[in-house]
């Protein structure tokens, strides 16, 4: 392990995420296991870094965890993978311009304010 590597704290905080979530991502396998020092501690290198703002901009972006396993898998080398990916991303687009029109109608409704009836339709 070389002396560069970031603790779970200077991880987390360089990603905009708390402890918890670099811990929860490492447990379901969406963050690669880091180094250990000699003492025991988790040491992070770049690629974790890269792996973490990765994941945490395609959540921000609203790709479910099992999406975003897959556009990992996708991302290793040597995998031709940008149709692939295309057509994750316009699925993705799709299932968000669904909510978008949903939550139009909705605003519509509000202001006359049969929500509970919209709802049930």
């Given at each position: 392990?070389?002396?560069?590597?970031?603790?779970?704290?200077r991880l987390?905080?360089?990603?905009?995420?708390?402890?918890?979530?670099?811990?929860?991502?490492?447990?379901?396998?969406?963050?690669?296991?880091?180094?250990?020092?000699?003492?025991?501690?988790?040491?992070?290198?770049?690629?974790?870094?890269?792996?973490?703002?990765?994941?945490?901009?395609?959540?921000?972006?609203?790709?479910?965890?099992?999406?975003?396993?897959?556009?990992?898998?996708?991302?290793?080398?040597?995998?031709?993978t940008c149709?692939?990916?295309?057509?994750?991303?316009?699925?993705?687009?799709?299932s968000v311009?669904?909510?978008?029109?949903?939550?139009?109608?909705?605003?519509?409704?509000?202001?006359?304010?049969?929500?509970?009836?919209?709802?049930?339709?």
């Open positions: 392990m070389s002396g560069r590597g970031l603790t779970i704290g987390a905080e360089s990603a905009g995420v708390n402890l918890e979530t670099v811990r929860y991502y490492e447990r379901i396998g969406l963050m690669p296991e880091p180094g250990r020092t000699p003492g025991g501690h988790r040491s992070y290198e770049p690629e974790h870094r890269q792996r973490l703002r990765f994941i945490r901009r395609s959540r921000e972006l609203g790709f479910g965890l099992d999406a975003i396993r897959r556009l990992i898998a996708l991302s290793e080398p040597g995998v031709e149709r692939e990916v295309r057509d994750m991303a316009q699925d993705h687009i799709t311009d669904a909510k978008i029109a949903d939550l139009q109608r909705l605003r519509g409704v509000a202001v006359r304010c049969p929500v509970i009836e919209e709802l049930g339709s």
